[in-house]
């Protein structure tokens, strides 16, 4: 049973509905994960709006950063977002990109060693300009990197554009073009 499903895309690509509506295709009880911080009253009505929009069918967990604390086991999961669980590290490791992704890499592999579906969603930051600050770049690489090791142990790999996924990796293959020297 167990899978890992990773979403990628730009903010507001649909990203999240799509792993919701994914997660419900294949269970009728799935597990909805929220790694956020609740940072100001803004955003504190913007977490209320989702936790309303999803129905009774869901469990909601809360954890910023101990994914693997929680027992999933054969359930499904949608884990949302790796990038806020990210700033989680990063933030409380004094913004060091080594030891946050040391961490996260840990956090990452004790979690999925559980057997269950996890579908994790995340963004793909370094997809427009070089931002103009040290601590935003230095960012920017440790969830570049994050996203490569996710998509590496993927089992599928789905990139969303503008509302519509794209499957750029299934049953562990790449279907892009081959990999350099391998044509």
Same mark, same amino acid.
């Given at each position: 049973m167990k899978q890992i499903i990773l979403i990628t895309g730009g903010q507001r690509s649909g990203k999240s509905s799509y792993a919701e509506k994914k997660a419900l295709a294949l269970s009728r009880q799935p597990i909805y994960m929220a790694t956020s911080r609740i940072w100001d009253e803004e955003f504190r009505k913007r977490v209320e709006r989702?936790?309303?929009?999803?129905?009774?069918?869901?469990?909601?967990?809360?954890?910023?950063?101990?994914l693997g604390r929680h027992d999933v086991k054969g359930r499904?999961?949608?884990i949302d977002c790796v990038t806020l669980w990210c700033t989680n590290f990063f933030f409380d490791l004094g913004s060091d990109v080594r030891k946050a992704l040391e961490a996260v890499k840990k956090e990452f592999d004790e979690f999925t060693a559980q057997d269950a579906v996890? %579908?994790?969603?995340?963004?793909?930051? !370094?997809?427009?300009?070089?931002?103009?600050n040290q601590l935003q770049r230095q960012f920017t690489d440790l969830q570049g990197w994050v996203n490569q090791y996710i998509a590496s142990r993927?089992?599928?790999?789905?990139?969303?554009?503008?509302?519509?996924p794209v499957i750029?990796?299934?049953?562990?293959? %790449?279907?892009?073009?081959?990999?350099? !020297?391998?044509?």
């Amino acid at each position: 049973m167990k899978q890992i499903i990773l979403i990628t895309g730009g903010q507001r690509s649909g990203k999240s509905s799509y792993a919701e509506k994914k997660a419900l295709a294949l269970s009728r009880q799935p597990i909805y994960m929220a790694t956020s911080r609740i940072w100001d009253e803004e955003f504190r009505k913007r977490v209320e709006r989702h936790r309303s929009n999803r129905g009774p069918q869901w469990t909601n967990i809360e954890e910023d950063k101990r994914l693997g604390r929680h027992d999933v086991k054969g359930r499904t999961v949608v884990i949302d977002c790796v990038t806020l669980w990210c700033t989680n590290f990063f933030f409380d490791l004094g913004s060091d990109v080594r030891k946050a992704l040391e961490a996260v890499k840990k956090e990452f592999d004790e979690f999925t060693a559980q057997d269950a579906v996890f %579908i994790f969603v995340t963004n793909e930051i !370094g997809s427009g300009g070089v931002a103009g600050n040290q601590l935003q770049r230095q960012f920017t690489d440790l969830q570049g990197w994050v996203n490569q090791y996710i998509a590496s142990r993927a089992d599928q790999v789905i990139w969303m554009v503008s509302g519509i996924p794209v499957i750029i990796k299934q049953d562990g293959r %790449i279907l892009g073009p081959p990999p350099e !020297g391998k044509e």
